[in-house]
């Protein structure tokens, strides 16, 4: 369950989200902290460039692939959960603003955020009146139910996340989705109901508290039965956000429209500036960034950062500088360490190996200071409940601190250190630069480590994802990647560290931690009512987990992002990590 | 060994009459790979080919000894925000000549040297494997004929089609990281060996089935097995010998494809192992990584390597050819 990201080229500077934070905490619809016309470096971190209402103009974003899907219910690539927000009203979604503001979840299609009752197994959303589908038809809850239906059928919609199938109770484990049940009228979902065309009621096997958040998918926009073609659905999305689609070449480009139905009460986070809307698809990653930096372009899709090339282009021209952002991404780098590999099976051995890594040479590896600051938490500073600490000296001795590792080899009873593998995909450079830069740190206290390659297509599913391959070749050092569905600390840290998530192929849990204590914590978290409670909460998930030092954070990634002088609202929000696609508009 | 006759006449040797009528010296009887020898000497261009292949292998086995050790890191020497090495030309410096690695700072020069054993090892390792394998079959199926040759034949025709890229992919990804007693770099070298040379056999198996078609017919075969000789020695006593030439010339032009093969494997990162230096492995960091644009020493110095061990090669290849075989000039 991990949000996808497009990522190439992530590079960065030392920011502080927290000025970021403080900085949105007034800002009202659509629009960061302070405003700007003044363009300085990092200015759509802390606020919004340009800010306008000038409607008109042609936006084109460009794409070095395609999106996994352009129907709102079969996509999980955060650029697109962005994108889809110009077209597709969910239920809720996040708040339009940066900082900490942006990751707020509040209501879109809903009048409300759902109300929960029957100890969070229940949840109760009511839709706003007078909402259309572009062609002027009336958006009634069995829309809703239907586009949640309809996500069932990985074989119409493989790519979305999978929440609704693993949360909802009633026939959801063995419901095929509407296109194979064609019984009852194609609402054959017996766990979520309509009572009346503006109510939607969702029926939960567990107590579920972030139930909120899982709507905020664009997986809940409203699909209307009749118009559902299947796989071929997203060549034409029914609209009920800003934009519709005009026309759509399949892998090559797709052009919106204003959606003339569309009333801004729908869903006040989402603005309807342009006149016209391009997405070039499949173009070369480097023809992107130049054709960004002449102004052929206003965006890149992706927004993950732009390529070595281009990075150097503006990190050394002051007025290109000026015109880009290096915001946090929500995205983080890190190894796990085995709990069942021995030696690692010894806290104290896992504890060497997080002193002894060289933290600046990996933050090297994976792009430098505008590639992501250097990590010290198991939770990144983009969730709430993420507190600063630094339990194993990474920031104050980023070098690595060798006397440190050598006691806690001592405590682990190997002395003269040990043999380990380091796991890591092979065809991801990055990946390739960071393990070799933990080698070659692990090696100064004696701990001998092997890499171990493997591609990134089977590295979850066969390799090392499986615990019993991870066992019987020894990897206890295991590179990975991860990007929260949801932020806060059970949508990032549940599949990552809680007991229950452990499974024998496509596990998340690679480090096997099965902490009683943690696991504890995520049960709370689940209980938790109050918001305080839920952040002290996440605070003491974050330090039990370092404690056990089963992970080894490496950086929290950063993306150099540029922003051509023409385009107007421009910030980063905190959510999605990059600039808010439904809130651009032109000169 | 028994030599046909009229091959130590080409136009490059003296003709027989002018030979008689020169002087009254003892006339001594030239081998073939004298001739050749002569004639390869004369090449200016063969030799300076002749000579960085020497100078290559001399640095391949002792330069190792000499350089720095490849995998230390020099994060002082490196940029953080471009991740590119300090100084102009890839931080070119009397301590690192070649100058540094990016992102990771190692001495280039040390990785060169290394790597350079490395591919010279498996250049000349595969081509090995190929050139016994492909004799052996070529000169099995050029001799016996018949339904022999029509099956190897067909088995080089299914090794020539065969998409070896693709399964050189799935063969590195599927075996173990220990297998036959070896693991890490020594067994993917070793696979490495095996699947460029495995499949490079066929190539040398035609032209030496082509030349064992026309040696089988000649005299010196057909005295040796009126004097009872059986298949194994006519075979490897009286054909193989009379090959030496072909062999040795297809062997040299082998050698850079394979070398380039190896290259290859590296850049789609099925190579040699990291932190294990490799040419082919810098390449295709500095293209994936984008290095090519912000420090493209890091693309010149390894492409450059490949280009004049490629090139030397093949300017020894060729001159050996000539030698041998004037005739096809």
Redesign the interface.
């Known amino acids: 369950m991990r949000r996808k990201t497009g990522m190439l080229?992530a590079v960065g500077v030392v920011i502080t989200l927290a000025a970021a934070a403080c900085s949105s905490s007034s800002t009202t619809t659509g629009g960061g902290g302070g405003n700007t016309n003044t363009p300085a470096f990092n200015a759509g971190v802390t606020g919004v460039v340009n800010s306008s209402t000038k409607k008109g103009g042609t936006v084109t974003f460009d794409n070095s692939s395609a999106p996994d899907s352009t129907d709102a219910g079969g996509t999980y690539y955060a650029f697109n959960l962005n994108f889809t927000r110009l077209y597709a009203t969910p239920l809720t979604t996040y708040k339009s603003c940066g900082g900490s503001c942006g990751q707020q979840v509040v209501p879109a299609l809903a009048t409300s955020l759902g109300t929960a009752t029957n100890n969070n197994k229940t949840w109760t959303f009511h839709l706003k009146s007078g909402v259309k589908f572009e062609d002027g038809s009336p958006v009634t809850s069995s829309d809703v139910k239907y586009a949640v239906e309809r996500t069932f059928d990985r074989t119409v919609l493989p790519n979305g996340p999978s929440y609704f199938a693993s949360l909802l109770a009633g026939n959801a484990s063995t419901y095929p989705g509407p296109f194979k049940d064609r019984a009852k009228n194609l609402m054959g979902l017996t766990s979520v109901t309509t009572p009346d065309p503006t109510t939607i009621v969702f029926q939960l096997k567990q107590p579920f508290g972030d139930f909120n958040y899982v709507v905020a998918f664009p997986q809940s926009a409203p699909v209307p039965p009749a118009k559902d073609k299947g796989t071929n659905y997203q060549l034409h999305p029914l609209s009920t956000g800003p934009y519709m689609f005009q026309s759509y070449q399949l892998n090559k480009q797709y052009t919106l429209v204003p959606n003339p139905q569309w009333n801004p009460s729908w869903d006040p986070q989402v603005k309807q500036l342009p006149s016209k809307i391009i997405v070039n698809l499949n173009v070369n990653a480097?023809d992107i960034d130049n054709r960004l930096l002449a102004g052929d372009i206003q965006v890149d899709q992706a927004g993950s950062g732009v390529?070595?090339?281009a990075?150097?282009r503006i990190?050394s021209n002051p007025t290109l500088k000026s015109n880009s952002d290096n915001p946090v991404n929500g995205f983080m780098w890190f190894y796990y360490i085995n709990t069942k590999v021995a030696p690692l099976n010894n806290v104290h051995c896992r504890m060497a190996v997080e002193y002894a890594v060289?933290k600046?040479?990996m933050?090297?590896?994976y792009?430098?200071?505008?590639?992501g600051n250097i990590a010290s938490t198991a939770i990144p500073p983009t969730v709430i409940g993420y507190s600063k600490f630094d339990m194993y000296n990474a920031l104050t001795k980023p070098g690595g601190d060798t006397a440190a590792a050598k006691q806690q080899l001592q405590m682990c009873g190997q002395p003269s250190g040990f043999n380990v593998?380091i796991a890591y995909r092979?065809?991801r450079?990055?990946e390739?630069?960071s393990?070799?830069?933990l080698?070659?740190s692990l090696a100064t206290v004696g701990i001998k480590a092997?890499?171990?390659?493997?591609?990134a297509a089977n590295y979850y599913g066969n390799f090392a994802g499986v615990p019993n391959y991870v066992h019987s070749?020894n990897l206890g050092l295991l590179a990975g990647g991860w990007g929260p569905d949801w932020p806060d600390a059970y949508g990032w840290g549940w599949a990552l560290f809680d007991g229950g998530s452990i499974v024998p192929a496509g596990n998340t849990n690679i480090a096997e931690l099965n902490d009683p204590a943690v696991n504890n914590l995520f049960l709370q978290l689940e209980a938790a009512t109050t918001d305080s409670d839920r952040v002290s909460i996440s605070e003491q998930i974050d330090k039990k987990v370092m404690a056990d030092a089963v992970m080894l954070p490496a950086v929290y990634s950063k993306a150099l992002l540029y922003r051509p002088p023409n385009l107007t609202n421009v910030y980063v929000q905190t959510y999605y990590g990059m600039y808010d696609y439904s809130a651009l508009g032109m000169k | 060994m028994a030599v046909p006759i009229d091959v130590a006449s080409g136009p490059g040797g003296p003709a027989p009459e002018e030979a008689l009528s020169a002087s009254d010296k003892a006339i001594e009887g030239r081998s073939l790979s004298q001739i050749a020898w002569r004639r390869l000497r004369k090449d200016k261009v063969a030799m300076t080919g002749g000579v960085i292949i020497v100078i290559l292998i001399v640095i391949a086995i002792v330069g190792p000894y000499l350089v720095a050790n490849p995998n230390t890191y020099h994060s002082e020497l490196i940029d953080p925000t471009y991740s590119r090495p300090i100084g102009p030309f890839g931080g070119i410096s009397l301590n690192h000549p070649f100058g540094v690695e990016p992102i990771t700072g190692r001495d280039m020069l040390a990785r060169i040297v290394v790597g350079a054993r490395y591919s010279l090892l498996i250049g000349f390792a595969a081509t090995a494997l190929a050139v016994v394998i492909g004799a052996i079959m070529g000169v099995i199926a050029g001799y016996f004929g018949g339904w022999i040759d029509s099956i190897i034949a067909r088995l080089m025709d299914i090794f020539l089609a065969f998409p070896l890229l693709v399964f050189a992919i799935a063969l590195v990804g599927v075996i173990p990281s220990s297998a036959f007693g070896l693991s890490g770099s020594n067994l993917r070298v070793v696979l490495l060996v095996f699947v460029i040379g495995f499949f490079a056999w066929p190539y040398m198996g035609r032209i030496i089935r082509g030349q064992t078609l026309s040696l089988r017919e000649r005299e010196f075969v057909d005295a040796a097995r009126s004097l009872g000789a059986r298949g194994p020695y006519v075979l490897f006593r009286e054909l193989l010998p009379n090959m030496v030439g072909p062999i040795l010339v297809y062997a040299t032009l082998l050698i850079p494809t394979n070398i380039l093969f190896e290259a290859a494997l590296d850049f789609l990162g099925v190579g040699i192992i990291p932190p294990t230096p490799s040419w082919g492995y810098m390449l295709s960091d500095a293209v994936t990584q984008g290095f090519y644009s912000v420090d493209p020493m890091y693309m010149i110095i390894p492409g450059l390597a490949i280009f004049i061990t490629i090139m030397a090669f093949n300017l020894f290849g060729d001159g050996l050819r000539d030698a041998f075989d004037p005739r096809s000039r």
């Open positions: 080229a480097n390529q070595a090339a990075r150097a990190l060289n600046t040479e933050q090297t590896a792009g430098g200071p505008y590639g593998n092979s065809d450079p990055r390739v630069s393990s070799q830069a080698q070659a092997t890499l171990k390659g493997y591609t070749h």
